[in-house]
């Protein structure tokens, strides 16, 4: 699956920004969705996830719960990231991941990421 990532950019804080991810192949639907973030001199932390089922059910790190929000469409093969009331600490290359079957925190379970949009927070 090739995955691209779009929507990144800068954005003061408590903006709001919209990350999209475009998947290649026609069987999206059973796959599991995730975005990840990278900041300077950090690791890779898991953002959110998304099961393969239309509507499925949606995972948050703590650390963004109640601001983002994931969602995807089958019908269009993409994944959407709306970020709200964002942080200079959310700073960061988001990246998104998929995956066959179950949604999962753990980058390391990920068979395909795409290629990063940066997200940049002004204080």
């Known amino acids: 699956v090739q995955l691209q990532a779009s929507g990144g950019g800068l954005v003061q804080a408590g903006g709001s920004l919209r990350l999209s991810c475009a998947a290649s192949e026609r069987i999206f639907s059973t796959y599991a969705m995730a975005w990840f973030r990278q900041a300077p001199g950090k690791e890779r932390e898991f953002v959110s996830a998304?099961?393969?089922?239309?509507?499925?059910?949606?995972y948050y790190s703590d650390s963004v719960k109640g601001r983002f929000t994931i969602s995807r469409d089958n019908a269009k093969n993409t994944v959407n990231l709306q970020m709200s009331s964002l942080k200079p600490e959310d700073t960061a290359v988001y990246y998104c991941?998929?995956?066959?079957?179950?949604?999962?925190?753990?980058?390391?379970?990920?068979?395909?990421w795409g290629q990063g949009t940066q997200v940049t927070v002004s204080s």
């Open positions: 998304i099961s393969y089922a239309a509507g499925g059910s949606t």
């Open positions: 991941a998929a995956r066959e079957g179950y949604a999962s925190s753990k980058s390391n379970s990920y068979d395909d």
